[in-house]
């Protein structure tokens, strides 16, 4: 476990990079034939995380439950973010990875739904969920390294 999280702190530490390094415009641009831009994915990505290890431990999400809405699975891209809403994905990245961390090593996460994922894993327990959060954070940093191609 301790390799996974630190895995998903270095992936995350990483588009952290890339949020402070890119202007707005970059942040928020959806090409032609992508469905989303860099900063929904990294948003996104928070989201995922929060839902998978603390919802379906029946515990509440460490985050701005707004966010949810804005950046969950199924949600629409848009193109005019509020700047809040990139400083606090910002300030809350690493954060939120690094209190998942503390809770899993005491003990927090007790229960846990099943869940089966759109790829088709069936997420069991909460080490599960963080592994597979892991797995996910890399196709989004996958994802928003094609897009910087394209910005």
């Keep these: 476990m301790e390799k996974l999280i630190e895995t998903a702190l270095f992936t995350r530490v990483s588009l952290l990079n890339i949020l402070e390094s890119k ?5 928020v641009h959806i090409p032609e034939k992508f469905k989303n831009s860099i900063f929904w994915n990294i948003a996104h990505l928070l989201v995922t995380q ?3 290890c603390y919802k379906l431990s029946g515990l509440e999400i ?3 439950q707004d966010l949810v809405s804005k950046y969950g699975k199924g949600a629409t891209a848009i193109t005019e973010v509020e700047p809040s809403d990139i400083q606090y994905v910002k300030d809350n990245l690493v954060a939120a990875m690094t209190q998942t961390k503390e809770d899993f090593d005491n003990g927090l996460f007790v229960n ?3 869940y089966m994922t759109s790829t088709g894993i069936e997420l069991k327990s909460v080490e599960d969920a963080i592994a597979f959060s892991t797995f996910h954070d890399g196709i989004h940093l996958g994802i928003v390294l094609s897009l910087m191609k394209i910005v």
């Design 23 to 27: 202007s707005y415009e970059k942040l």
């Design 50 to 52: 929060q839902l998978l």
């Design 62 to 64: 460490k985050i701005d």
């Design 112 to 114: 846990f739904t099943p």
